[in-house]
């Protein structure tokens, strides 16, 4: 098992950055820590991707944030962060990572792990 844990959440107003850090302990923790996402959930709303890898492994941004925010990774501290600039009151939300995909056991392994959640809040 692995763990994904979340930090560098915060309140801030609007143009300003925040860095959130995402760090994987426990089983093949740089496997997990490769592949991580970032969702957030904005009160009363579903949760959303933010950026996602994809099939190439480069990440995707949702348009809300392309030229804001930008994922980067620290393979050797097992670690994601996540680099949002220009912050805006509609950022508000709780930040998630997650990390999916199989282990390359026989036969291959899925696996599936969400961090906490980290709250950011973004004032006018």
């Known amino acids: 098992q692995a763990q994904l844990v979340e930090s560098g959440g915060g309140s801030v107003q609007s143009g300003g950055s925040l860095r959130l850090s995402c760090v994987a302990s426990?089983?093949?923790?740089?496997?997990?820590?490769?592949?991580i996402n970032w969702y957030r959930q904005a009160a009363g709303k579903q949760r959303e991707p933010v950026v996602l890898l994809n099939e190439e492994g480069t990440p995707d941004y949702t348009d809300s944030v392309k030229g804001r925010f930008t994922i980067s990774r620290d393979i050797g501290k097992s670690a994601a962060y996540l680099q949002m600039n220009g912050l805006r009151p509609d950022d508000t939300a709780v930040y998630y990572c997650?990390?999916?995909?199989?282990?390359?056991?026989?036969?291959?392994?899925?696996?599936?792990?969400w961090g906490q959640g980290t709250q950011v809040t973004v004032s006018s």
């Open positions: 426990g089983e093949a923790s740089k496997i997990v820590a490769s592949t």
């Open positions: 997650n990390s999916k995909g199989y282990f390359a056991t026989i036969p291959p392994q899925k696996y599936d792990y």
